[in-house]
């Protein structure tokens, strides 16, 4: 029997490595979409190949784009400084990059349509999250609303393509657990919002995932700067 087809957003950090491996779980066949946006952190695109490389996949798509010609980031403009990181803050932080999941939903609605998938898994978060406003509920529920009416696909053929977020209420430890338990290659995974070839493991994204293994009992794969742990 086929399997059904799903555009996975891989990014190359934990949690869309670990959404990845929860759409094979459920049995889909994984089509991966990731971006190179002239993003700080470039690195994560490596990481993303050899993510997919991983899982064997048919088709790794990476679209290039520029963001960095947007800027108003941490993450696209040189001239911003990657914060240390606050796990407790309440505001939204530099590292925000402006409407980058509504981009890159977009992107993957389109190959959705394309390739006849019809499921998209993203791995946003809600919880243990640095309040990046694309990454809520109330944003997903709003753009599958979008999603229902704007392509050929729902309109005149009767195909809902859903977005998956199977994520979104996971605490970082829940994340984790869930990721050894698919043997997700969490080693090949970047989380570091500076993107050098070890973690700095004092930013927001760090942070957080560190929090999320030490959480879990386990310790991160991935190697840091001196002195972190």
Known sequence: MKKM?????????????????VARDQGFEPLPISF????????????????AEFYNVSRHLVIDTNMAAIGGSALTDAAVGVPSGDVTRQDIPVTYVPARNLIFLSYALGYAEVTGAD??????NALDYSGYPD??????????????????????????????????QLSKQEIVKLGVRLVAPLELTTSCYRGGDVACGTCDSCLLRLKGFAEAGLKDPIAYSEGVR
């Open 135 to 168: 990454c809520r509920p109330e944003f997903i529920q709003l753009f599958q609303q979008l999603a229902d009416y704007s392509t050929k696909a729902s309109v005149a053929d009767g195909r809902k393509i859903k977005i998956e977020t199977p994520l979104i």
């Open 36 to 51: 190179n946006y002239q993003q700080r952190h470039a690195r994560e695109v490596e990481c993303a190949r050899k993510v």
């Open 5 to 21: 087809k799903a555009i996975v957003l891989l990014s190359g950090g934990l949690d869309s490595t670990v959404c990845m491996a």
């Open 119 to 124: 499921h998209i898994f993203i791995g946003v």
